[in-house]
């Protein structure tokens, strides 16, 4: 989603900043841009596409005073009169924006703000603009009559800069004189950073930073130490998805190793009486919960996951003997952090599991479970799924008081894949549907997501025992059905199952460890550890998206429409 930097010292900020957005870049934009200081004149350079178009506009230009923005379209469609920055009608501020102002209609015809583009941020900005005072005053005034979130970076044509958020993250680290402002921290240079909290600000000029709250009191904030331990995954593969699927063994190694070695369990707090677990987070991390789940069941524990955005406008009863996990690669989405600040609120048990060290779900919750998958840059989530499912395994071995498995597990980690063939096969039908039941249903969702969102083909998930109650009427010769079956007690119901759907007239293919599917054409998974096999038949789920995304000419690692971190509700 959007991304913010900024850059305020003695070196060429155009240059920083744009280096900064090229990092943001994984997170998904549509357009970009820069606004810098020219003598005392704000300047603006948008584009739309790449970073590196915005690189070749901006080669010649040096400016110490410059901030910049990777725009995800969500108000107004993707062109350059709505990219950031935005320039202020009195061209005294530019500015931009991550998050939504949900009132900003409301706000607009109240205010007779004048704007040329279709976003919400350029009415903030004026309402910005509109405020009397100093920066400062102005953005914290305006601020109060918003409604939504945000993280705002205004840049003033006398060269200060002001900042702050709700909601959406905004950090800045200080080297020397110079500032370093950005949505996201891999974006920073240094060693420390700040983290703005809700409704804080910060002024920065001149190479310094002085923080304020929403009452325009100033106040002192503590840095905190940037962890990038450069986990970056290196690309040895053409794209990040393709590496990023075939590091699965070495993350999987490394949160075993964490979790062994640091005594990372002993150090949640669970509570008193722990009767139930409920496990809150969208997308493939959801996908990641339901597997959570059925992992606590079988240990005698209650579990139950929810998708976050149902879950916060949703009639749940809270309770203080459940222990409520937040699941979250980036540990930013709008949807978990908000169910999570829900349950805050009622001061209620509570654990992020999340892959980000400093990201907002961690302060949320206080109390987290860490997954090791290293920087995850593929907008499709592959090894940070099968971390958040092994981690959810292994903690439901600590709850259950059965020791953790050792390391040998992983001695021949299988990596398999589809055939070039049937690649080839699949990516020709108009319909693909994936079939399981339990696990492997919860493997079909996983596979299905991934399919669609890289490929564009209309796919979908489905419990083979619902096949007859309704889908079963879209089986033609047009259909192929993938269907997963890792489970010894429903191998014999998947093959009636298959029978019907061969009587309609659907391809079949089977993945499978079973020898029982040989009438169908089968990717053959490994005989291996009953508690590895979600994680063994995913991984040919992810390599069949990831295949069919390249056969078609896509770039798997930035899908259309979508982001690496949703932001925004
Ligand atoms: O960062 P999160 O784990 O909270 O993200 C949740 C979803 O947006 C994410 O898993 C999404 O579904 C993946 N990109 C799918 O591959």
């Given at each position: 989603m959007c991304g913010i930097c900024g850059y305020v010292g003695g070196g060429n900020g155009v240059k920083e900043v744009v280096q900064g957005l090229k990092i943001l870049e994984y997170r998904g934009y549509d357009s970009c841009g820069v606004a810098y200081l020219d003598n005392k004149k704000i300047d603006i350079i948008k584009t739309i596409g790449d970073v590196d178009n915005l690189k070749k506009l901006t080669e010649n230009l040096s400016a110490n005073v410059v901030i910049g923005h990777t725009r995800w379209a969500t108000?107004?469609?993707?062109?350059e009169k709505n990219a950031h920055p935005h320039l202020s009608t009195s061209k005294n501020l530019a500015m931009v924006h991550n998050g939504i102002i949900e009132n900003y209609k409301e706000l607009k015809e109240e205010f007779k703000l004048n704007c040329?583009?279709?976003?919400?941020s350029e009415v903030f900005l004026n309402l910005i603009d509109s405020e009397k005072g100093t920066l400062i005053d102005k953005v914290i005034k305006a601020s109060k009559k918003v409604q939504g979130t945000f993280a705002v970076l205004v840049l003033g044509s006398d060269g200060e800069m002001v900042l702050g958020k709700r909601e959406s993250p905004l950090y800045l680290s200080n080297v020397e004189d110079e500032v370093y402002i950005a949505?996201?921290?891999?974006a920073l240079k240094g060693e420390n950073y700040f983290a703005l909290n809700d409704d804080e600000f910060a002024s920065v000029k001149n190479g310094k930073i002085i923080f304020y709250n929403k009452n325009g009191e100033k106040i002192t904030k503590k840095c905190e130490k940037i962890e990038?331990?450069?986990?970056?995954?290196?690309?040895?593969?053409?794209t990040h998805m393709e590496s990023e699927i075939f590091e699965t063994k070495n993350v999987l190694l490394k949160t075993l190793k964490k979790y062994t070695e640091e005594n990372?369990?002993?150090n949640i707090k669970l509570p008193k009486k722990l009767n139930s677990i409920s496990l809150i987070a969208c997308g493939t991390a959801y996908h990641a919960s339901l597997m959570g789940a059925e992992f606590f069941k079988k240990v005698g524990v209650d579990a139950r996951a929810y998708l976050a955005s149902e879950f916060r406008y949703g009639n749940e009863i809270l309770k203080d003997d459940t222990l409520y996990i937040f699941v979250s690669?980036?540990?930013?989405?709008a949807d978990t952090i908000a169910s999570a600040k829900m349950v805050k609120e009622r001061n209620l048990p509570m654990l992020a599991l999340t892959n980000?060290?400093?990201c907002l779900l961690n302060r949320i919750c206080e109390n987290v479970l860490p997954?090791?998958?290293?920087?995850?840059?593929?907008?499709?989530?592959?090894k940070a799924y099968t971390c958040q499912v092994f981690s959810l395994y292994l903690f439901s071995l600590y709850l259950a008081n059965i020791p953790l498995p050792k390391?040998?597990?992983?001695?021949?980690f299988p990596y398999v894949t589809f055939s070039e063939e049937l690649v080839k096969q699949i990516a020709k039908f108009k319909k693909v549907f994936f079939i399981g039941r339990n696990l492997d249903y919860v493997t079909a969702m996983e596979a299905s997501l991934k399919l669609k969102e890289i490929s564009y083909i209309n796919c979908f998930a489905i419990a083979s025992g619902e096949l007859?109650?309704?889908?079963?009427?879209?089986?033609?010769?047009d259909a192929v059905v993938i269907a997963i079956c890792t489970?010894?007690?429903i191998k014999t119901k998947l093959l009636s199952n298959l029978e019907e759907i061969k009587a309609r007239g659907g391809e079949i293919v089977v993945v499978s460890q079973?020898?029982?599917?040989?009438d169908y054409p089968c990717v053959k998974l490994p005989e291996t550890q009953t508690e590895l096999m979600p994680i063994v038949s995913v991984i040919p789920m992810q390599f069949l998206a990831l295949h069919i995304c390249e056969l078609f000419g896509y770039n798997p690692d930035k899908p259309r429409n979508l982001a690496k971190s949703v932001t925004v509700e």
């Amino acid at each position: 989603m959007c991304g913010i930097c900024g850059y305020v010292g003695g070196g060429n900020g155009v240059k920083e900043v744009v280096q900064g957005l090229k990092i943001l870049e994984y997170r998904g934009y549509d357009s970009c841009g820069v606004a810098y200081l020219d003598n005392k004149k704000i300047d603006i350079i948008k584009t739309i596409g790449d970073v590196d178009n915005l690189k070749k506009l901006t080669e010649n230009l040096s400016a110490n005073v410059v901030i910049g923005h990777t725009r995800w379209a969500t108000h107004g469609s993707v062109n350059e009169k709505n990219a950031h920055p935005h320039l202020s009608t009195s061209k005294n501020l530019a500015m931009v924006h991550n998050g939504i102002i949900e009132n900003y209609k409301e706000l607009k015809e109240e205010f007779k703000l004048n704007c040329i583009s279709d976003t919400d941020s350029e009415v903030f900005l004026n309402l910005i603009d509109s405020e009397k005072g100093t920066l400062i005053d102005k953005v914290i005034k305006a601020s109060k009559k918003v409604q939504g979130t945000f993280a705002v970076l205004v840049l003033g044509s006398d060269g200060e800069m002001v900042l702050g958020k709700r909601e959406s993250p905004l950090y800045l680290s200080n080297v020397e004189d110079e500032v370093y402002i950005a949505s996201d921290v891999l974006a920073l240079k240094g060693e420390n950073y700040f983290a703005l909290n809700d409704d804080e600000f910060a002024s920065v000029k001149n190479g310094k930073i002085i923080f304020y709250n929403k009452n325009g009191e100033k106040i002192t904030k503590k840095c905190e130490k940037i962890e990038k331990n450069s986990d970056f995954s290196e690309i040895f593969y053409k794209t990040h998805m393709e590496s990023e699927i075939f590091e699965t063994k070495n993350v999987l190694l490394k949160t075993l190793k964490k979790y062994t070695e640091e005594n990372i369990f002993q150090n949640i707090k669970l509570p008193k009486k722990l009767n139930s677990i409920s496990l809150i987070a969208c997308g493939t991390a959801y996908h990641a919960s339901l597997m959570g789940a059925e992992f606590f069941k079988k240990v005698g524990v209650d579990a139950r996951a929810y998708l976050a955005s149902e879950f916060r406008y949703g009639n749940e009863i809270l309770k203080d003997d459940t222990l409520y996990i937040f699941v979250s690669q980036s540990g930013e989405t709008a949807d978990t952090i908000a169910s999570a600040k829900m349950v805050k609120e009622r001061n209620l048990p509570m654990l992020a599991l999340t892959n980000m060290e400093n990201c907002l779900l961690n302060r949320i919750c206080e109390n987290v479970l860490p997954t090791f998958a290293g920087r995850e840059i593929a907008v499709a989530s592959t090894k940070a799924y099968t971390c958040q499912v092994f981690s959810l395994y292994l903690f439901s071995l600590y709850l259950a008081n059965i020791p953790l498995p050792k390391e040998e597990i992983f001695d021949d980690f299988p990596y398999v894949t589809f055939s070039e063939e049937l690649v080839k096969q699949i990516a020709k039908f108009k319909k693909v549907f994936f079939i399981g039941r339990n696990l492997d249903y919860v493997t079909a969702m996983e596979a299905s997501l991934k399919l669609k969102e890289i490929s564009y083909i209309n796919c979908f998930a489905i419990a083979s025992g619902e096949l007859k109650h309704g889908t079963l009427a879209l089986i033609d010769e047009d259909a192929v059905v993938i269907a997963i079956c890792t489970q010894e007690n429903i191998k014999t119901k998947l093959l009636s199952n298959l029978e019907e759907i061969k009587a309609r007239g659907g391809e079949i293919v089977v993945v499978s460890q079973f020898d029982d599917f040989s009438d169908y054409p089968c990717v053959k998974l490994p005989e291996t550890q009953t508690e590895l096999m979600p994680i063994v038949s995913v991984i040919p789920m992810q390599f069949l998206a990831l295949h069919i995304c390249e056969l078609f000419g896509y770039n798997p690692d930035k899908p259309r429409n979508l982001a690496k971190s949703v932001t925004v509700e």
